[in-house]
């Protein structure tokens, strides 16, 4: 099971995995104010009835959060998060001037 997080200006947006099947997709309020322990106890209670993930990754646009969503996934499954960035070997490039200025939710889209 895959845990895969999207870290918005508005909202968390999370979803996990069973291979390429989404299995269960929820939003959180996006709030910099939050600690670990709330964010690590609101992405963990969903995924009680759909089976606790083995691996995470998120992005995010919001870099105030990066640590504390970070430091949730680890809390709530045990598990090292990968962080993708513009800078994430992902198999193709970013052909823009300024690849560090493209979101990484935009990264992930493409």
């Known amino acids: 099971m895959l845990l895969a997080v999207d870290v918005g200006n508005t909202n968390l947006t999370v979803g996990t995995f069973?291979?390429?099947?989404?299995?269960?997709?929820?939003?959180?309020?996006?709030?910099?104010?939050r600690s670990v322990p709330w964010y690590a106890r609101a992405l963990a209670c969903p995924t009680k009835k759909s089976g606790r993930p083995t691996s995470a990754v998120f992005a995010s646009v919001v870099p105030a959060l990066d640590v504390t969503v970070a430091a949730a996934i680890r809390q709530a499954f045990g598990v090292d998060?990968?962080?993708?960035?513009?800078?994430?070997?992902?198999?193709?490039?970013?052909?823009?001037?300024?690849?560090?200025?493209?979101?990484?939710?935009?990264?992930?889209?493409?």
């Open 18 to 33: 069973a291979g390429d099947r989404l299995v269960r997709q929820w939003r959180l309020e996006t709030d910099p104010r």
């Open 81 to 110: 998060p990968l962080r993708v960035t513009p800078q994430s070997p992902l198999g193709f490039k970013l052909k823009v001037r300024e690849p560090r200025g493209v979101g990484a939710d935009r990264v992930l889209n493409a």
